[in-house]
């Protein structure tokens, strides 16, 4: 027994029956340091001292017991650990020369060489070149997103990818799906362009992370952090047309806690009608949005960090004849008219623990509301949705540049439509009550390996995900990248993608023109396949840097729900397509950077998008098969000013078939190639910036867009035909006031 105890005291004094050591980090002049780093020497069992300083830590399987503590700014302390159950950390502060500033501008857009995915990162320095009043207005300088009108009468854009419609493609905003459904028509007009950080753009098939859908891509927005911006901006804008923006960002910091408050102001334009048919060039805009974005700790760092945003937005467009009163006019069989209402809450969020540098746990998660309430001439469109959305994911980092994510998901959708005419002379026949309800939990597994000294990088995911309608569906996807040279790097990418549609508030212009709608069949999934190659090469020298790169995506439908306008030129007929529909998209881009002070892109655009019915090739309208993109941006090195210049030319798109209307209703099968010049010119003073641009310099127009303008209340009257800019040159001036954080 006597032996026993001994032996029981020996491994007591050597902390082998010890399991948890306590203690606390300060500096020299025994302030405590919260979030200061402790772990074990060689392992990665670690924590974080709390706001006091303390900390606790298991010794359980620890052999060699060394206790590292580090802190940013302080040089980092070991302690070996023998019978003590309680260690102060003293850490002594690094002591710095003298104060280095260091600056440099970023370049407007980054091609990473080293993440496996191409993603091309739309910068600040980017969004500059031109007046970015709006998401929908960040990438007049891009070559792989396309904005378009998708009618006259709204104005309401969609972000194209691959000359695929913006339903194709993914939009997040901070990583949540909040652009769907009844949002997709206004809401990439409703996020204003102060309050986007970066704008992360990726084509083809990606990451299963944040769901079944990216067909031809995605398009993730990150909103400004609130330690990182500016402590105030205000920026004010007004075009020739009379529309006015007014933004303001304010930001503070305390201790781990920031928060950035926005507002976002639009007020209408003057009515203008350069066209002479009665028609606005442009609807009235009127737009009041509140944003707050509270923050607390950085994702880097072991321990907690979150942040969650709030949003909300009311917004108003009227549009149609120039004598429409939309408080009297509203439903009227008399004046042609469209009135919009709506309002939205939304709230996101993103919480993380960094439980040490291998083990991660993150939750986000969303929600929004929109109540939305419109007229286009005798139609009455009411329409609530309700989306809720959250993601849970573990991250773990393993045997060198491994990791693997996996986590599941759940999706619920609510979406209630009432359609009605006010007058329906013309016998159309798609009234009614819509409704739709999705419950869609996931599951998902993504892990990327490093092989072969990191040459070749692999991704391999899969999802699963039960619609509560449609039953269980697997989503494969891969993406491989090779390092060719440290300069050169070669990917590919190869997936399956599939989404459900939501077919009034993704085709908005359907209820605006009098086509009838009509449904062949029940509607089911799109699905489709896609496959894409690119090559990415960079170079520097002396004066010159930049990068050349070539892409090549092939989309391939096994369902595709495409409105039908040349079978009826009166109708749209709504059916499952379930035959060979393709997309093929060629872009090459070379970007240039000399003697740090001149920019230039030029980038080529093929696209092949058709299908095919009775064993004939049938293009998909309003595609142009080329397109060409050429910038210029010229800064000098006190950086007091910088002009941006761009140039777009788009090739002939083929419209719809309107032969068999009669002749004063016909369009001709094909639109004209056009070009269009923007330029932008800014000053910057010490915290201010004046700038003044046009777009459209050449005052390009496809006059009379609307297809039977003088009655629009017959059968052939359609807003759909819209394959270029339609108000015409564009004057704008604004400003921006700064002030940094000290």
């Known amino acids: 027994m006597r032996n026993i105890i001994i032996i029981a005291g020996l491994l007591y004094s050597n902390g082998w029956l010890a399991q948890t050591i306590i203690g606390k980090v300060s500096n020299s002049k025994n302030e405590m340091l919260a979030g200061a780093s402790i772990y074990w020497q060689g392992t990665t069992v670690g924590t974080t001292a709390n706001e006091k300083g303390e900390f606790e830590i298991s010794s359980k399987n620890i052999l060699q017991k060394k206790l590292i503590a580090s802190f940013i700014g302080y040089a980092s302390d070991t302690i070996e650990v023998k019978n003590q159950s309680f260690i102060n950390f003293k850490l002594k502060e690094i002591k710095i020369l003298g104060e280095v500033e260091i600056t440099g501008q970023r370049d407007g857009v980054e091609i990473s060489n080293l993440k496996p995915i191409k993603t091309e990162v739309i910068t600040q320095t980017e969004l500059q070149k031109a007046a970015c009043c709006d998401l929908a207005g960040c990438f007049e300088t891009q070559t792989t997103v396309q904005p378009q009108v998708t009618n006259v009468i709204t104005n309401a854009k969609e972000l194209r990818i691959l000359g695929l419609s913006g339903i194709y493609n993914q939009v997040l905003i901070d990583g949540l799906p909040m652009i769907q459904g009844l949002t997709f028509t206004y809401g990439i007009s409703g996020l204003p362009g102060t309050l986007v950080d970066n704008i992360y753009v990726s084509k083809g098939a990606n990451s299963v992370l944040q769901g079944y859908e990216s067909i031809s891509g995605q398009i993730n927005v990150e909103t400004k952090e609130p330690d990182k911006t500016d402590k105030f901006l205000l920026n004010g804008y007004i075009n020739s047309f009379g529309e006015k923006h007014l933004n303001s960002n304010l930001s503070f910091k305390k201790s781990k806690w920031s928060n950035l408050l926005a507002v976002h102001l639009v007020q209408p334009a003057n009515k203008i009608d350069r066209d002479a048919d009665n028609f606005l060039d442009l609807p009235q805009l009127t737009r009041y949005m509140a944003f707050n974005k509270l923050q607390y700790g950085k994702e880097k760092d ?31 069989s008399i004046v042609y008219g469209q009135s919009v209402q709506m309002n939205q809450p939304e709230i ?38 309700t989306n809720i959305y959250a993601n849970l994911q573990y991250e773990l980092s393993y045997a060198q540049k491994h990791a693997l994510k996996t986590g599941f998901s759940f999706r619920y959708l609510k979406l209630d439509e009432n359609i009605a005419f006010t007058d329906n002379t013309l016998s159309r026949t798609f009234a009614g009550q819509y409704n739709r309800l999705e419950k869609i939990p996931g599951v998902f597994a993504e892990n990327t390996m490093s092989l072969f000294n990191k040459k070749i990088t692999w991704i391999a995911g899969i999802r699963g995900d039960a619609h509560n309608q449609f039953g269980f569906t697997v989503t494969p996807r891969t ?42 069949e029940q509607l089911k999934p799109e699905r489709a396949f896609n496959t894409g190659i690119n090559l990415v090469h960079k170079f520097e020298r002396e004066n010159v840097s930049g990068y050349f790169s070539a892409d090549f995506y092939r989309t391939n439908f096994q369902n595709q729900i495409f ?9 749209a007929i709504i059916s499952n397509f379930e035959g060979k529909s393709i997309s093929n998209c060629f872009q090459a881009e070379v970007n240039l950077k000399f003697q740090k002070r001149f920019d230039f892109k030029a980038g080529y655009t093929f696209l092949d998008v058709y299908r095919e019915v ?36 788009l090739g002939k798109q083929r419209l719809p078939d309107t032969q068999s209307n009669p002749l004063a209703f016909q369009r001709a099968g094909f639109s004209n190639p056009f070009t269009l010049v923007n330029l932008q010119f800014t000053y910057t003073f010490k915290k201010f910036e004046v700038y003044i641009g046009c777009e ?27 394959w270029g800019p339609t108000r015409g040159r564009e004057l704008y001036v604004g400003f921006r006031f700064k002030l940094a954080h000290k």
């Open 302 to 332: 072991w321990g907690w960090s979150s942040s969650i945003s709030l949003k909300f937005m009311n917004e108003q467009r009227i549009g149609g004849q120039t004598t429409f009163n939309s408080e009297k006019d509203a439903g009227s």
């Open 348 to 385: 996101w969020s993103k919480t993380n623990y960094k439980f040490n540098d291998n083990h991660r746990v993150t939750l986000l998660a969303s929600s929004f509301f929109q109540n939305q309430n419109s007229h286009f001439g005798t139609v009455n469109y009411k329409a609530q949705q």
């Open 479 to 520: 993406l491989l990248k090779y390092d060719l040279s440290k300069n050169t790097v070669i990917r590919a990418n190869v997936g399956t993608g599939w989404r459900t549609t939501n077919l009034f508030s993704e085709n908005i212009g359907l209820l605006v023109s009098s086509r009838d709608i009509v449904f062949a």
């Open 563 to 571: 409105p039908d306008y040349d079978a009826e030129p009166t109708k």
């Open 614 to 649: 009775n064993d004939k090739k049938l293009l998909l309208p309003f595609n142009a098969a080329h397109k060409f993109l050429t910038t210029f941006s010229y800064k000098p090195l006190t950086n007091k000013f910088h002009i941006d210049a761009n140039v777009h030319w």
């Open 696 to 722: 459209n310099i050449f005052d390009f127009r496809q006059k009379q867009p609307i297809l039977s303008w003088q009655n629009p209340f017959s059968q052939y009257f359609d807003t759909s035909f819209v």
